[in-house]
């Protein structure tokens, strides 16, 4: 079974909110990177936040943000932010099989799921909530290796987007300097089994 994959950081344009025409502020406001993490739009770098701190909304969206921008969602407005990329770097260079994104496909406010998701730069397929609810899309199929990956939300005109969390699952593969404390381990269990040998 394919693990999860732990996420360094990730970098993006901040949500979108009332300075945008939306209700509430769907900001990523704890976003431990830099940028204006009250500001719409906003580009957001080094750092994580709501999309990868474990945390998945339950409702929608409508009954769990709020003026302050502290709610569980990052949400984008076509008009503001128009289809927004979401670089996630990893450690090393795992293999990536699975990605799992939580969607508010809810219809209300002009809300619902993106109509496409690119996963760097190329048309991906997924499985998502049915409307009126919020879930899991699921981009399967996937053989992604390397440090960094993006994930592309192409938006429904005039509607927003709005995601929780956004899970990746594969394979990890050390990283070169875990390859050498492994292989100084095992050079030392050799020339411990010799000296046993020769004291024998």
Known sequence: MAAQIAVTSYDMPNGDG???GGEFNYWDLFYSGSGCKTCDGAALAGGKGDL???VVASDFWYNTENAGGTGPYV???TVTTLDPVVKFNFAGSPTINTIMVQLDNSFVGGVQSPMSIKVDGVLTPFAGPAAGTIGW?????????GGSHTLEFDQVPGWWVFTSEVD?????VPEPATWALMLAGFGLAGASLRRRSAVA
């Open 18 to 20: 009332q300075a945008s």
């Open 52 to 54: 990868t701190d474990g």
């Open 75 to 77: 949400g984008w407005y």
């Open 137 to 145: 899309a699921t981009l399967s199929g996937l053989s992604l290796s």
């Open 168 to 172: 990746f699952f594969g394979t990890s």
